[in-house]
């Protein structure tokens, strides 16, 4: 027997070269199939001096079996004996039917909510997750969406709706329907901010789930109010002599241990194990001297291991580390000795580190490594590459090879936008902009006009239209530096440009920039971009009363549409609701509303395809108004109602008070002036509260107007008299024209 070959730091049974686990391991029960947890059956040494805290977690255990939720924080600082803590209370639990997920805090480190990402890994193949009656068939789409980095295409009218609604349905992923569950969350201490805001959306909703909460972090700096903190402090002197005396036979001197161990289970752990590795030699007087002899009496393959380990980060796949030493015969016994330990699916962590390591590379043996650590990354499978981007990226750029990480900054900021986190992805831009102009020129430019049009993205995505707009122009204005004036990527990034430019109204700028839009190009992107461009030019056509030109450019938009095959994608389902948006403003504005009503129906559709929930709620709106012009009441009010719920959902109180406008006008012709004043009442708050004076008109002239069958003169005037300033001052010529108009009728009645 070697002194290489070292113990199992749990239990000291000495490790035959090669062993990869403790032999006692083998011979552990396996637990309950509602247990997930990261690694195999190991060995666990004794439960000394924590049975009031096992006693209060298998009370808590047992009020979330009742439907009493619980939160608990495990407080202590590295090593003190949390996970053999939550150990015992999985062992003492997975027999009486509690289903028990383990996650982690460093799993897929950079990547938003990692930590819950792995966690609900285990539902993405369940339709519908098992155990899950509280998820909708919408909240599984958003958690699907989430779980693969789908980013979100559409433009949202609220940001907070739209992420209030993916931490709702990842409430409802977590949440069981019928058997209790054990959440179980180490490290948390490494958790990102939005891992954070979840879980403590999640600790809100316990109060009637059979849920158990239970998160283990180092120190109780964010702890939600509802949760109970439980501190896990050294062993007393009693309790450590209790622990040493289970590994050491009787007669042998123990005082050199206590005083190293000092109470802590770790330090003392690797104090015995260091003593039955090497029971000849004297122990060191302090901690840190007791891991690096340890470290020393490892082989040179074990040693090279853990110091590669200490470059790759606190966390990392074991298939990187395997390949990065030559195999993984050099990591057998590393686990069971107490260096490593795993922390996610086929990752491993640090779980003891020996002073020094990561200075024992050279500045240019550092950048060696960090290339093929990045290599050992990308040969991963994609969907495991994937989930570590970030730590590719860092590590390309350790290795100075900063147009290799510009692809996986791409993917970390698609993460965050798939996780409706704008502003986060905003910054990686940025870095990654940075990081771009330390290339050539030719290849800046290229990077710089991919990372600003995906920097307008992360702006609409965030409601912010005239940031948005200024990021696509600088992103077309590289794309004339390249050359690249009639390319299909080109022509999206315009037609994006032109959304937002039609959105603030400015109906001459998007028929300019329409003409622009030359297809240079006959692939499939190119003409789905070309064929939006000329449906938005139609509506803002339609919009300046040039119908025989809208109509024309609707014939080019259906033409160029009829030569895609693909019927998929976010880019055909926005270019088709451009389109029937356009052909159905024009039907109206021809007098046909009933036609009109068909067109906004496909509208509908589509909106719902592409995910954009600002046009599919302007859909409904347009819908009710069609079907109102065209005398249906009946379903113009069910759509009103549709728009002004979707609108609410999601914050628009713009489209609110439009939508209350539209319900005004209805029960004004349907001679229900009561319901009528009703709706221009709300509409007139919300109005207010926007600042608009051209809207605040609209609603005037409806309140006027009921106040006026109501048989309420003198309010009904001076309603239209203020309408009629409101228009005045912003210059709506059309609102002060119908101003006026209402009050020479009131006069004239008089």
């Known amino acids: 027997m070697t002194a290489s070959s070292g113990v199992c730091l749990a239990c000291g049974t000495r490790l035959s070269p090669g062993l990869s686990t403790c032999p006692r391991a083998l011979l552990l029960a396996p637990l309950a199939g509602g247990v997930r947890r990261w690694g195999l059956a190991s060995c666990q040494p004794p439960l000394?001096?924590?049975?009031?805290?096992?006693?209060?977690?298998?009370?808590?255990?047992?009020?979330?079996?009742?439907?009493?939720?619980?939160?608990?924080?495990?407080?202590?600082?590295?090593g003190i004996g949390k996970s053999r803590l939550k150990d015992a209370l999985v062992e003492?639990?997975?027999?009486?039917?509690?289903?028990?997920w383990e996650g982690s805090g460093l799993a897929h480190p950079g990547t938003p909510a990692g930590p819950l990402l792995d966690l609900l890994e285990a539902t993405r193949s369940l339709r519908p997750v098992a155990g899950v009656g509280r998820m909708s068939s919408a909240e599984a789409e958003r958690v699907a969406r989430w779980l693969e980095g789908r980013e979100w295409r559409g433009v949202p009218?609220?940001?907070?709706?739209?992420?209030?609604?993916?931490?709702?349905?990842?409430?409802?992923?977590?949440?069981p329907h019928r058997t209790p569950r054990v959440l179980v969350l180490e490290d948390w201490q490494h958790a990102d901010g939005l891992s954070r805001a979840m879980l403590e959306v999640l600790?809100?909703?316990?109060?009637?789930?059979?849920?158990?909460?239970?998160?283990?972090?180092?120190?109780?700096?964010?702890?939600p109010p509802p949760a109970e903190v439980l501190e896990v402090g050294a062993l007393s002197a009693s309790e450590a002599a209790t622990l040493v005396s289970t590994r050491l036979p009787p007669g042998l001197p123990r005082e050199a241990l206590l005083r190293v161990g000092a109470g802590h289970p770790r330090k003392l752990l690797q104090a015995l194990a260091l003593h039955e590795e090497s029971p000849l030699e004297p122990l060191p007087a302090t901690a840190e001297e007791v891991v690096s002899a340890r470290f020393q009496a490892l082989s040179d393959s074990r040693r090279e291991a853990l110091r590669v380990g200490a470059v790759l980060g606190p966390c990392f796949p074991r298939a990187v580390l395997g390949a990065l030493v030559g195999g993984f015969a050099s990591l057998a016994g590393l686990e069971s000795g107490g260096w490593l330990t795993p922390v996610s699916g086929g990752r491993y962590a640090s779980a003891t580190r020996a002073p020094g390591l990561e200075a024992t590379w050279s500045d240019a043996e550092r950048v060696a490594l960090h290339a093929r650590v990045a290599e050992a990354y990308e040969a991963l499978s994609e969907e495991t590459r994937r989930r570590a981007c970030a730590e590719v990226a860092r590590h390309w750029l350790g290795a100075k090879r900063p147009e290799r990480a510009l692809p996986h900054l791409l993917e970390v900021a698609g993460w965050n936008l798939a996780a409706m986190e704008p502003a986060a992805a905003l910054k990686v831009y940025r870095f990654a902009l940075e990081v771009s102009s330390r290339l050539s020129l030719e290849s800046a430019c290229q990077w710089g006009r991919v990372l600003w049009e995906r920097m307008g993205d992360a702006h609409r995505l965030a409601g912010e239209r005239v940031e948005a707009e200024s990021a696509w122009r600088i992103a077309l204005s590289l794309d004339e530096v390249g050359g690249r004036r009639g390319t299909a990527g080109r022509l999206q990034c315009l037609s994006k440009l032109v959304s937002v430019v039609l959105s603030l109204e400015r109906h001459e700028e998007v028929v300019a920039l329409g003409e622009v839009g030359v297809v240079e190009e006959s692939s499939e992107e190119a003409l789905v971009a070309a064929a939006s461009l000329d449906a938005l030019s139609?509506?803002?056509?339609?919009?300046?009363?040039?119908?025989?030109?809208?109509?024309?450019?609707?014939?080019?938009?259906?033409?160029?549409?009829?030569?895609?095959?693909?019927?998929?994608g976010v880019g055909r389902a926005s270019a088709e609701a451009s389109l029937h948006r356009a052909m159905g403003m024009l039907l109206m504005r021809q007098g046909r509303p009933e036609q009109a009503t068909v067109e906004y129906a496909a509208v509908l559709r589509w909106t719902e395809r592409a995910g954009d929930t600002w046009e599919h709620s302007t859909a409904l709106f347009n819908l009710g108004d069609a079907y109102a012009r065209s005398g249906d009441r009946e379903r113009a009010v069910h759509y009103f109602q549709l728009a002004l719920d979707s609108k609410a959902r999601t914050g628009d109180r713009g489209g609110m008070a439009y939508t209350h406008h539209g319900l005004a006008l209805l029960h004004s012709q349907a001679d229900a002036p009561e319901l009528a004043k009703e709706d221009a009442v709300r509409g007139l708050q919300l109005a207010g509260m926007l600042g608009d004076r051209k809207l605040k008109s609209l609603l005037r002239c409806a309140l006027g107007r009921a106040h006026l069958r109501l048989g309420e003169r003198e309010e009904a005037a001076r309603q239209l008299r203020l309408a009629a300033q409101d228009a005045a001052a912003a210059n709506a010529h059309p609102e002060l024209l119908q101003a006026q108009a209402a009050l020479r009728a009131l006069e004239a009645r008089r």
């Open 538 to 568: 139609s509506l803002a056509l339609c919009w300046l009363g040039r119908f025989t030109e809208a109509e024309a450019r609707l014939g080019s938009a259906r033409a160029r549409l009829l030569q895609v095959s693909g019927r998929d």
């Open 157 to 175: 009218a609220s940001l907070s709706a739209e992420s209030i609604a993916l931490l709702d349905a990842l409430c409802h992923a977590l949440l």
């Open 203 to 223: 600790v809100t909703r316990l109060a009637h789930a059979p849920v158990l909460v239970l998160v283990l972090e180092r120190t109780a700096a964010s702890v």
């Open 92 to 100: 003492s639990l997975a027999a009486h039917r509690f289903d028990i």
């Open 48 to 78: 000394v001096g924590r049975v009031a805290h096992l006693e209060r977690l298998k009370w808590c255990a047992e009020e979330a079996r009742r439907g009493l939720g619980r939160a608990i924080w495990l407080v202590g600082e590295e």
